[in-house]
């Protein structure tokens, strides 16, 4: 469960990047998160993970109220959300079964429940036949769903998934979200940030639309399994259904993605699963 109630993030440089919103997303819900670059949607993001804290307003995620979150509680809470990334961040010297052992490893799980748990979440996303490859014996796609079974091998009640269909050939975007999807139906609630207004019309859904760090559109709109809209259409689309102009319901292009050393991605991935600091310390 996700809920912010009257939040306003204000950085030291004085921007104002989320203004007086208020939003709940319920424990099973699945909802898409779009908007243009500066919009707000990575404040957010950073926000429900406790990187940064509301300059006002209450940020409650999984039933902890963030606001009142102690520094030593953030591992416990950051145990209850999955978290997937962009640009993957698997760790190219490990394999599949690997990269996703060592979150495991790294929460100190029974070996004999890591043995078990593994290969079951390989298995979710159906690449059972890569479990001993390296990232880089696999597609975009394939990469992505070893990236989504790492983020559900903690069994999280949420999974925030940011663009994760960012980096992969739009028609297995497709499946990404289908296993989101599929994800959702076992009880597990799901944001998804995305800027590709093909996959949210063609899968509908709960929408909600961030525009100049305010909530311009929530709304549940039903999807189509036929081609998808142009973004033009969707765009109009959701003007008439919520008011709105339609420059606002734009969705603009995402930022470039990332490249880090293994070194800081490790790091990078331990502390955005287990909400370790950067020396490491669970
Ligand atoms: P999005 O993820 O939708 O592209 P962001 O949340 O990154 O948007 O940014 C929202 C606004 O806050 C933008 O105006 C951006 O320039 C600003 N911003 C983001 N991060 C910082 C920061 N660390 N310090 C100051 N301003 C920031």
Same mark, same amino acid.
């Given at each position: 469960m996700?809920e ?18 208020s939003?709940?997303?319920n ?7 779009v ?13 429900l993970?406790?990187e ?8 409650t ?5 963030l606001n ?8 416990e ?11 993957f ?10 990269n996703?052992a060592f979150?495991?490893?790294?929460i100190?799980?029974p070996?004999?429940y890591?043995?078990?748990r ?5 298995s ?8 001993? !490859?390296?990232?880089?014996?696999l597609?975009g796609?394939?990469? $992505?769903?070893? #990236?989504? @079974?790492r983020?559900?091998?903690? +069994?999280p ?5 940011d663009?994760?269909?960012g ?18 139906d ?5 944001l998804?940030?995305t ?7 063609h899968?509908?859904?709960?929408i ?6 305010e ?7 039903s999807?189509? !399994? ?9 765009? $109009?689309?959701? #003007?008439? @259904?919520?008011?709105?102009s339609? +420059?606002?319901?734009?969705i603009?292009?995402?930022a470039?993605?990332?490249t ?11 502390a955005?699963i287990?909400?370790?600091?950067q020396?490491?310390?669970?």
């Amino acid at each position: 469960m996700v809920e912010l109630q009257n939040v306003s993030v204000t950085y030291s440089s004085g921007v104002d990047a989320l203004n007086n919103v208020s939003l709940k997303i319920n424990d099973g819900d699945f909802a898409f998160v779009v908007g243009s670059s500066g919009a707000g949607k990575s404040t957010m993001i950073k926000l429900l993970l406790k990187e940064i804290d509301a300059t006002s307003g209450v940020v409650t995620v999984n039933g902890y109220n963030l606001n009142k979150l102690k520094k030593r509680k953030i591992p416990e809470f950051r145990r209850t959300l999955g978290f997937v990334f962009q640009d993957f961040r698997l760790i190219p010297s490990m394999t599949v079964y690997e990269n996703i052992a060592f979150v495991l490893r790294v929460i100190d799980a029974p070996l004999k429940y890591i043995r078990k748990r593994v290969p079951y979440v390989i298995s979710l996303v159906g690449l059972h036949a890569k479990t001993n !490859s390296y990232p880089d014996e696999l597609s975009g796609g394939e990469k $992505q769903r070893v #990236a989504i @079974a790492r983020a559900l091998v903690n +069994d999280p009640q949420l999974i925030i998934a940011d663009e994760p269909t960012g980096n992969i050939d739009p028609e297995l975007s497709y499946e990404i979200v289908e296993l989101l999807k599929g994800i959702n139906d076992q009880g597990t609630t799901i944001l998804m940030v995305t800027h590709e207004h093909d996959l949210v019309r063609h899968f509908g859904g709960r929408i909600i639309n961030i525009t100049g760090g305010e909530i311009v559109f929530d709304e549940v709109i039903s999807g189509t !399994s036929e081609e998808a809209l142009p973004e033009e259409e969707l765009a $109009q689309a959701m #003007a008439q @259904a919520s008011g709105i102009s339609t +420059d606002t319901a734009r969705i603009a292009i995402p930022a470039s993605p990332v490249t880090s050393t293994e070194d800081a991605l490790i790091d990078e991935v331990i502390a955005a699963i287990t909400g370790a600091d950067q020396d490491g310390g669970v």
